[in-house]
């Protein structure tokens, strides 16, 4: 996620406040089982690739998030051996206030945005791995971590 100015970041609360999330839709999602998966998720190294847009609608906007899921053996010789994509839309309507600028947009999208979708994409992997035989990659909590949020001398980071 970029920095974001002083100005943008008030943006985004103002909207945060005003706005309401109507719907979320699924709308492309897919697996590949490429080779054979290792036996416990311990011998497994994942690469999320996320990337979240706003378009405009109507009476509102919406977010979509497109994710791919890339899991592969941490043996010596590493294989991909599964891949998940998912692509999912959060629908945002105003009730009464204009719609802000595309930057105060993608700023909500990659903050806002994500918290909302991020924990259909966490459940669409469990499902899948599930469905797939292959062992359960469970994701870590979407976190939006501040530049001022300085962690204490000593404490162990979590994952954003």
Not at 3 to 15: G, H, P, R, S
Not at 85 to 90: E, L, M
Not at 122 to 129: G, H, K
């Amino acid at each position: 996620m970029s920095l974001l100015t002083k100005e943008v970041q008030q943006a985004v609360f103002a909207l945060a406040r005003v706005v309401e999330l109507t719907n979320v839709r699924v709308v492309a999602f897919g697996a590949r089982l490429l080779e054979q998966a290792p036996a416990t998720t311990q011998e497994v190294h994942i690469e999320v690739d996320s990337q979240v847009q706003p378009g405009v609608l109507p009476e509102g906007f919406v977010v979509e998030g497109q994710f791919k899921l890339t899991a592969r053996t941490t043996f010596e010789e590493a294989k991909d051996f599964l891949e998940l994509n998912y692509r999912v839309g959060a629908v945002y309507r105003l009730p009464s206030a204009p719609l802000p600028p595309i930057d105060v947009l993608r700023a909500f999208a990659e903050t806002n945005g994500m918290v909302h979708l991020w924990p259909y994409v966490r459940a669409y992997v469990q499902q899948t791995c599930a469905q797939l035989g292959v062992p359960i990659i469970t994701l870590p909590p979407f976190r939006i971590v501040s530049k001022e949020a300085a962690p204490e001398p000593g404490a162990t980071s979590l994952p954003q």
